[in-house]
């Protein structure tokens, strides 16, 4: 079912501040930073040359990455990989008792493409994100 | 300086078990498990079509996967990023004063080439692996 890994997403206090040492220190290159209100976060992609990392900063109110900096401190918040279709992947997934964080229905993530994310219960305490490619 | 992701470490409590999940529910291509006693850990890998996750567990006395469950919990350990030379990326970063882990040079990592690592607190809070590609 699985193919590409999308990305890796950190949660950050500063991800203007962050990803300055990604360039800085290792020569990254790095996109602008994208405000995402409806996702709650303020995002800046550090570019690989097979993948990328996110580095996600809260913004606004009841962000999910201020509850998680709270709690665990900062650091990786999940990982994202593709499947062909959402859709089947929900359906599979739900067949095996799967648990769904969130709606059960799949959402339209940050990048504009149905997703959903697998409870980090599931892997041992890793949030996965499934995006569909 | 960096290129590719080489993999995204993963500490859990069993690997055997957490692989498993992985190829059952996701699908995933997964390897035999591969004891590194000198690494003091397990390791699993997932491939994925452009990286792949590595799942750690601890191994003997004294793992830095013990420790790190004890602390933190299982989750995601380091990001491991490419670079064409360890020991030109470790003369860089020593010029602009980085905190590297472990002694100054570098070592020969779980994949026998060269690797450092670098000190979370560089990149709030994410332990980054360099390998030499």
Partial sequence: MIGHLNHVAVAVHNVRETARVYRDLLGARISAPQELPEHGVTAIFIELDNTK???????????????????????????????ASIADAAEKLQQQGCRLLGADTPQIGAHGKPVLFLHPSTFDGTLIELEEA
């Fill in 53 to 83: 990392i996110e580095l996600l900063e809260p913004l606004g109110q009841d962000s999910p990455i201020s509850q998680f900096l709270q709690k665990r401190g900062s650091g990786v918040h999940h990982i994202c990989l593709e499947v």
